[in-house]
């Protein structure tokens, strides 16, 4: 369970930056086929998502914007607002457009499940050492495996799909 501390740290970090808009990175027909896909666009920017019930269990979902984005940083920034000594869960993925066959695009959504990178936390060394695993990946990286991640068993691997864009990043805690 996260302590008020954690929560308010959390919040206060996942606004501290200047918000992006999508059309500061992403084209037209690039913010229609996110519109198109039921995502509400303006819930696409650096935002925080602290569930309301008390129960024993909970996950925090923190967004951000993939324009110019230091995934690194932004773990580490997480990190200093967690509190250690009890186990939890840190996961980290990407929602993305990729192209169709016959030049469609179509947004991805990012899910907890299908992570690019997840760990098993307890001391905030162990977290440093999660984030310093994103220090020499860039955004045509995560893309790549992020999108070669999900392909397994699922609708990709016969598709045609292609990777695109990155759109957001979305970190989930779950304590």
């Known amino acids: 369970m996260f302590t008020e501390t954690e929560r308010l740290s959390l919040t206060k970090f996942a606004y501290s930056t200047p918000r992006i808009e999508l059309e500061d990175f992403l084209y037209d027909d690039e913010i229609a086929v996110i ?3 039921g995502t509400r666009a303006y819930n696409l920017h650096q935002r925080i998502f602290i569930p309301k ?3 024993l269990s909970m996950t925090i ?3 951000h914007l993939c324009l110019d984005l230091d995934v690194e940083k932004w773990l580490l920034g997480i990190a200093d607002c967690l509190s250690y000594g009890k186990l939890f869960t840190v996961n980290v993925g990407f929602s993305y457009i990729v192209w169709k066959p016959k030049n469609e695009l179509r947004y991805v959504y990012a899910a907890k499940a299908l992570s690019l990178n997840r760990s098993k ?3 905030k060394s162990h977290f440093h050492d999660f984030a310093l695993g994103f220090r020499k990946l860039n955004n045509s990286d995560y893309l790549r495996n992020t999108f070669m991640s999900q392909l397994k068993g699922n609708v990709f691997e016969s ?3 292609t990777p695109h864009t990155l759109v957001c990043s979305y970190c989930w805690i779950e304590k």
């Open 35 to 37: 519109r198109e896909s």
């Open 53 to 55: 019930h008390s129960g």
């Open 61 to 63: 979902r923190i967004q």
């Open 121 to 123: 936390i307890t001391q």
């Open 159 to 161: 598709s045609g799909f």
